[in-house]
């Protein structure tokens, strides 16, 4: 990341109108890294998100071993190739793994690690630092590893991986598919089967790359309607071909700009429409948007279809709780749709938006009431008020490192009648490199604002 801040304005855009291709998702390019870095032979990967966050997974599993190198880049883009160290191959790492921003890449490593006979430190950027680590030191150590980290798990941590694994039984005690991944990539190294039981179901695709790297993985009902996920440890993974689907997470805003901005037409291809990582998409179709999907087929083992998104009028929809992980980095930009909307939409059981980033809970009732919004939270709710019409904007937010937020506030200001700007864009790029250049090509004017 630059060392200055990088201060961006975004001004009320005429129809947005174009086709295109969002950058790779960025779950799946981490774990594409982490599994091919585990597997034994060569891993091709098409489509990896070059964003920080992932970048810094690839310096990690580097550091411990793994070959990882970018090809030139032909006509699907740059490839990116991994030789893998073998399951129980990973090699201590010489320095501390600086995980920058992202949150999945240090939960996730944690997971590898714990399991290897190997000592890592890691720590992270301000925001990361500040990001709670107990929720996957407490299922780790249970595996036999030992964790020395700041203020009861903070970064930066040193983890001591255990030499002598035992399989653990672990029910996930809040909804995160970072939690669920650690524990099954912690079974890989460890003998005998090791049980997740996820009483709420987060994204899987942690399962779905197992099983295409050739592990054992069964799936079955738990009696209280969750799942019960059984990993066969010490499995031989095989190098494979892995296609990326375009993040439906960062799709989420060039798709709710077009949405907003009167007139638009926008194609957004390749998307990952993974079930459980599409509750956006139901959110704003039940709000009246006009969202259809071309072409849908399958990618190494995801779901993936065209979006074709046409200006919409939404109203106000109440957002159940239950729908929060299937779309839980996209209620910022879900913020900005309802206070565009006719009437006002609850967005329920948001507790896990205080420990992302920022407190997204508390940075979007701030910024949109600078923008003139009428926003409330309630407990865990949160309630926006929207008019119809867009708001007034004309407000420059605090992103506080957290790239969500500044795309959120950056599509508002596409829209609202003066425009609005961010303190800090250095972040998009952990997760959305090249979004600044992308709106721009459907229409959208974003500049660097003045210090
Ligand atoms: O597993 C993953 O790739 C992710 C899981 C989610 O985090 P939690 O598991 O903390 O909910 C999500 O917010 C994050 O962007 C990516
Ligand atoms: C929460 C996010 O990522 P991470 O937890 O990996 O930092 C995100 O991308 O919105």
Redo the contacts with the bound molecule.
Sequence with gaps: MADRPLPLRARRADALIGSLRVPGD?SVSHRALMLGGLAVGRTTITGLLEGE?VLATAHAMTAMGARVERLAPGEAGAVWQVDGVGVGGLAEPADVLDMG?????ARLLMGLVATHPITAIFTGDASLRRRPMARVIEPLSRFGATFLGRDGGRLPLALGGARAPLPVTYRVPVPSA?VKSAVLLAGLNTPGTTTVIEPIPTRDHTERMLGYFGATLTRTPAEDGGVVLALTGQPELTGAAVQVPADP?SAAFPLVAALLVEGSRVVLNGVGLNPLRTGLFDTLREMGADIRVLNPREEAGEPVGDLEVHASRLRGVTVPPERAPSMI?EYPILAIAAACAEGETRMEGLAELRV??SDRLAAMARGLAACGVRVAVEGDTLIVQGSGRPPQGGARVTVDLDH?IGMSFLVLGLVSAEPVAIDDGRAIDT?FPGFVALMGALGATITEDAP
């Design positions: 960025k966050d921003n992202a949150g999945t890449g970072q997470s980095d992302k980033e969500r997760s």
